[in-house]
């Protein structure tokens, strides 16, 4: 075993450090004594040798206990309450309806409050009732009530200067709630001007009850008009009516309003 591994052993790296330096104190104890400190020359010597026997640094020893817990901060300020908002408003309860309550139908018998029978409408806990009958304007099969209008447009045009059925270029006049009857061609009026029959106007058509008004706007190119029904005989059926116009030149067009009263 070397010298320097027996006194490291006995000594450890710090006392063997120690030791050296007090060697060489005492070698040049003279020049010490003489001077009171070290000469340049002796503190080179001491550093080296110094590092020379200065060792890696040893494993870090065990942690330490937990440090005891932090007083705790100051508590923040309290945010501002908000403003309370508006209370929303209460929906509205339908026509002659009561909130919170259920709608009842039934059956309605012909006869009875409809003619041709239909369905009643009430609200639980009300002996008031809403009836729909069958054959009202509203309900599948419904026709046209007396005395209640519709009313609409219609556009003839040619282009070629001809008709495509017996020299007529045709229009439909359709009726969006169907007649209970067709009208014979006595109840169908094409005015042109004032009617006494068909008082309104292109811009306000009416008709009276069981008639059909049909009132010419403008015209280009065009001869007299005429109205018919599927089966071409002057009229109109239940679901409307054919208009027609004989072209005399090219680019020919009719327009007009009409009104059918049931």
Known sequence: MSLYRRLHERFGTVGLMLGVIALILALSGTALAAKGALTG??????????????????????????????????????????????????????????????????????????????????QQGSATKTYACNGSPWTAGGTLPVGKTETGSYTVTSEAG?????????????????????????????????????TGTELHPTAPSGFLCVYESSKSSMGAGEIFTAGLTNGANTTGALIGYPPTAAEAFAIGSWAVTG
């Not at 007083?71 to 508006?86: F, H, L, V």
């Not at 017996?166 to 969006?176: S, Y």
Request: charged content about 20%.
């Open 162 to 198: 001809t008709g495509v059925v017996a020299g007529f270029a045709l229009g439909n006049i359709t009726f969006t709630i169907p007649l209970a009857a067709e009208l014979d061609a006595s109840h169908v009026i094409l005015s042109t001007g004032s009617n006494p029959t068909c």
């Open 41 to 122: 020359k002796q503190k080179k010597e001491v550093k080296k040798i110094a590092k020379q026997f200065a060792g890696k640094p040893g494993a870090p020893g065990p942690a330490g206990p937990a440090g005891a817990q932090g007083p705790t901060g100051p508590k923040g300020d309290k945010g501002d309450t908000g403003e309370k908002g508006e209370k929303g408003s209460t929906g509205e309860t339908g026509a002659g309806g009561v909130a919170g309550k259920s709608i009842v139908a039934e059956t309605e018998p012909a006869g009875t409050n409809c003619a041709q029978g239909g369905s009643s409408f009430h």
